[in-house]
Nanobody, 121 residues
Framework: QVHLLESGGGLVQAGGSLRLSCAAS?????MGWFRQAPGKEREFVAA????????NYADSVKGRFTISRDNVKNTLYLQMNSLKPEETAGYYC?????????????????WGQGTQVTVAS
C-alpha cells in the first residue's frame, strides 16, 4: 500500500510561482500530477518515470511547470511558474505500480488527497 501526501498549495497572484511536494510512503513506480477545478474533470498536468529520465507535460503547462522526483526522499515535486487564474484547482499527486511513464488517470493506482492552488487575478 502506498500513501501520498501533497503540500505546498496556497494563494498566489497571477504570474507567481508555487512548488508542490508529494511525500510517498511505500514503493512507487511512475508518478504524476493531475488537477481538478470545480465542475470539471480531472486533467493530466505532468508525469515522470520512476528513474526520472522520462517526463511528459500537458501542452498548457509546457515551459512553465517542471516535474521532478527524489527517490531517496521518496518525494515528488511540481515547480509551477507564471501561474494563471484558470489554473486554480485542486492538485493531486498519483503513483503507479509500473515504472514507465503514465499519463492517464486509469494508469495510476494510488492518489493523494490533493492540495488547493488558487491563482488570483
Amino acid at each position: 500500500q502506498v500513501h501520498l501526501l501533497e503540500s505546498g498549495g496556497g494563494l498566489v497572484q497571477a504570474g507567481g510561482s508555487l512548488r508542490l511536494s508529494c511525500a510517498a510512503s511505500g514503493r512507487t513506480g511512475a508518478m504524476g500530477w493531475f488537477r481538478q477545478a470545480p465542475g470539471k474533470e480531472r486533467e493530466f498536468v505532468a508525469a515522470i518515470s520512476w528513474s526520472g529520465s522520462d517526463t511528459n507535460y500537458a501542452d498548457s503547462v509546457k515551459g512553465r511547470f517542471t516535474i521532478s522526483r527524489d527517490n531517496v526522499k521518496n518525494t515528488l515535486y511540481l515547480q509551477m511558474n507564471s501561474l494563471k487564474p484558470e489554473e486554480t484547482a485542486g492538485y493531486y499527486c498519483a503513483a503507479a505500480s509500473d515504472r514507465r511513464l503514465q499519463i492517464t488517470t486509469w494508469q495510476y493506482d494510488y492518489w493523494g488527497q490533493g492540495t488547493q492552488v488558487t491563482v488570483a487575478s
